[in-house]
């Protein structure tokens, strides 16, 4: 037999905070403006332009720092990195290495049927870098610098974690924790959310680790998982041929399967880090430790039992929906006002899912007013909207904001209880289908079906099934006697 090999895996994550302004300065966040917008001499690296530390950069981390089991250290320092790269006007990146501002933590992940933790080494506080843009003209590149300076913090993990799966459980416990906090919204698509991967193999029962690579350009969860499996099947060979594996840094592509090394680890004394002049020792007091544990929100997995708890609600059903804290929200605030929950929950779990991955739209950003959800409910209650309408509606509601009654009004979706219409739409479907009506006397059950949607698609989808099926069954008993 084979040598069996363990993966062992530790990640760095970067997470884009969305405070207003930037971390060593006042220009914007927003993502997605006009390239160079939001610059200013400090974010653009003007020598001589002077940072200043935004304090909600702080708090953000804080609060993360905390909700992790980190210990904080109250005095912490800022520390420049030093690189050059096109991307990084000062020729350095301010960041955290001697002390950053929250170390040696613990995350909690789903393993199995149980829960497993994975260590924190360290939280830090830095600043982000611009964009290269390298495809609009042939021969140059372009800088955009609105993201130069938008604050990140960066989480780094022990070499805890062993598979794909629990990378991406930590990865969706990080999401969540920092949704919930409303400190980030964790975007890998839009790379508000960043991971690393270090990797390693080593043979099981071994008590070292292997040589490790660190991947990056990761910006999806299936990517991360093609790279881990590309990854460990490229060590495991090496090591089987007798070959050593290099430490270095390896830029996965996803669209190639395939992973090519980008250069040879760097260390931290490549970097000749040194306390930044420009900046003083932050120091963080007790009061906001104390402020923001008390301040610390009801999490997914505590939202999800009460869920099943205070509402009935299926295990599945509140994981679901506690998976984005938006869902959440809008769950909690539309049952207060409806008092139904199975069926506010059927709408969030069935349609809301479906519509997203249909539609391609990210569930974190996914909204609706719980007083037109109200609303909506309703009219499907009282019949006023059949199952076909009411997707429609939904729909309206989910992606443009549409109030529910107003946008069933101009759409004409509301069902049609005129029994005058509906019995002259029957007898015209009977009159139009004469064989059909033939076929239904001879015992062919199963034609009433066709006569339903006929009557159905005549009357636009807005009759009520119920009252289509028994007008229909009153005319086909009178043309039979
Ligand atoms: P460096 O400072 O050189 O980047 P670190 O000790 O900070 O190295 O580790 C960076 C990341 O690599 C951490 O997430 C850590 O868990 C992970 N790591 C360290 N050693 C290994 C290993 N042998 N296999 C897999 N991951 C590792
Ligand atoms: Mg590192
Ligand atoms: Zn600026």
Known sequence: MGKQY???????????????????????????????????????????????????????????????????????????????YPDNPQNYQISQLYLPICQDGYLEIPAGAGTKKVRIHEL?????????????????????????????IEIVSEPDMRSADEVIAYLEQLRKIAQYLGISDCRLQEGSMRADVNLS?????????????????????????????????????????????????????????????????EDAKDYRYFPDPD??????????????????PEFAEHRASRYQAEFGLSESDARQI?????????????????????????????????????????????SIIPKDFLTFLGEVENGNLNNQAAKKVFEAMLLEGCEPLAYMQEHQLKTVRDTGLLEKTVQDVLAQNPKAVEEFSQGKEKVFGFLVG????????????????????????????
């Not at 830090?124 to 955009?144: P, Q, Y």
Request: glycine fraction near 6%; proline fraction near 3%; charged fraction near 30%.
């Open 6 to 84: 363990e993966t062992v895996i530790g990640l760095e994550v970067h997470i884009e905070l969305s405070t207003k302004t930037k971390i060593f300065c006042g220009c914007a966040t927003t993502f997605g403006k006009g390239a160079n917008t939001q610059i200013c001499p400090v974010c653009a690296g003007m020598p001589g332009a002077l940072p200043v530390l935004n304090r909600q950069v702080v708090r953000y981390a804080l609060a993360m720092g905390l909700a992790l089991n980190c210990h904080v250290n109250q005095l912490c320092k800022f520390d420049r990195k030093n690189y050059f």
């Open 124 to 152: 830090h506080m830095e600043e982000d870098a611009g964009k290269l843009i390298h495809d609009e003209w042939a021969d140059c590149s372009l800088a955009d610098f609105n993201r130069s300076g938008v604050p990140l």
């Open 201 to 265: 193999v080593r043979e099981v029962g071994s008590s070292v680790f292997g040589t490790r690579t660190e991947m990056k350009n990761l910006n999806s969860f299936k990517a991360i998982m093609h790279a881990i499996e590309g990854e460990r099947e490229r060590q495991i060979e090496l090591l089987e041929e007798g070959k050593a594996i290099i430490q270095e840094t390896r830029r996965w592509d996803d669209n190639k399967e395939s992973s090519r090394s980008m250069r040879s680890k």
């Open 279 to 296: 900046l003083p020792p932050v120091h963080i007091p007790d009061a906001w430790i104390t402020e923001l544990r008390e301040k610390q």
């Open 322 to 366: 506690t998976e984005y804290k938006n869902l959440a929200d809008i769950f909690e605030k539309t049952v207060k006002l409806s008092g139904n929950a199975r069926k506010t929950a059927n709408w969030l779990t069935g349609e809301t899912f479906r519509l997203a991955r249909e539609k391609g739209i990210a569930l974190e950003s996914v």
């Open 454 to 481: 006929n009557v159905m698609r005549q009357m636009r989808g807005k009759a009520a099934p119920d009252e289509v099926g028994k007008m229909l069954r009153e005319k086909l008993a009178e043309l039979a006697k």
